[in-house]
């Protein structure tokens, strides 16, 4: 490393110091990134910090220019998350570059923000039916992406079937052929996943995890939670959260 990087380095280091500067966690940052891979649209939106927040280090002086960075950063990221994940490199380095290409051509710094965002709903969405792809008819792919974008509501077979234009009946039966369990319990055990998560990287209590996934009560929610993990939301905590993991996170759609 020559004597300049190594000058910059350390002015950097100590401006760091000074102003308190602490990078963003890393097991949250995990998180959202396996949240995208694992096309879970809801979880995607709740770990989602706006690009360039606080804890991200300053690669350009120019902000604009900044901004772009953090995107070319991002969508590199992704796109391998993605790939581990079984999305094909072609698929992913495409709507990589495709989504950079964009944010280079922008104007202002909330064009490249909204491109971002884009971009985060783009790749969430693609995975979501890679994982249900060749596997499932078109009625229970169509299904399982209501389910999985509506989380935080009280997901209703009668609602799905609605949309649909297919009878309860009729759905109720292809989809527990098709996924082995009821709709009910694909409910949830995908809202059991996804609380598990905010246990894990957010202050939020059982009862505030049990009001934001719908849960009738909070009883009926540990009850649910310990079905599915083999041990209260409490106990879960405990057994696999990491120390010092706070968050003051909010859902994409409430960011600005």
């Keep these: 490393m020559s004597s300049e ?31 995208i891979a694992a096309g879970n649209l809801e ?14 280090g300053v690669l350009s002086k120019d ?13 590199a990221l992704i796109a ?15 709507l990589s570059d495709v989504y950079i ?22 790749y969430t969405r693609r995975m979501n039916l890679i994982r249900t792809r060749g ?7 169509k299904t399982i992406e209501y389910i999985s974008g509506h989380l935080h509501d009280r997901v209703l077979l009668s609602d799905a079937a609605e949309l649909l234009h297919l009878s309860e009946a009729h759905l ?10 009821s709709f009910s319990d694909y409910v949830n055990r995908m809202k059991t996943e996804s609380a598990a998560a905010l246990l894990l990287y957010s202050e939020y209590s059982d009862l505030d995890i049990s009001n934001l996934f719908a849960f009738s009560s ?26 010092d993991v706070a968050s003051d996170q909010k859902p994409l759609e409430e960011t600005t």
Excluded: W
Excluded at 43 to 56: A, I, N, Q, T
Excluded at 80 to 94: D, S, V, W
Excluded at 172 to 181: N, W
């Design 135 to 141: 596997v499932y008819s078109k009625p229970v792919v």
């Design 218 to 243: 909070q009883s009926y929610f540990i009850k649910v939670f310990r079905r599915y993990m083999g041990m209260t939301p409490k106990e879960y905590k405990k057994t696999y959260r990491m120390p």
């Design 172 to 181: 109720s039966r292809i989809f527990k052929t098709e996924t082995g369990v």
């Design 80 to 94: 391998r998350f993605c790939i581990h994940h079984g999305m094909t490199p072609e698929e992913a380095y495409r």
């Design 101 to 122: 290409m964009k944010a280079d051509e922008s104007l202002n710094e909330n064009a490249v923000r909204e491109i971002h965002k884009d971009m985060l709903e783009d």
């Design 43 to 56: 979880m995607m939106r709740f770990f989602y910090s706006p690009l360039f927040s606080e804890g991200c």
């Design 5 to 35: 990087t190594e000058k910059h380095l350390a002015q950097q280091l100590f401006s760091q110091r000074e102003e308190r500067f602490e990078r963003a966690p890393f097991d949250r940052e995990i998180a959202f990134y396996e949240s």
């Design 63 to 75: 902000a604009l220019r900044n901004l772009k960075y953090h995107m070319v950063v991002s969508a």
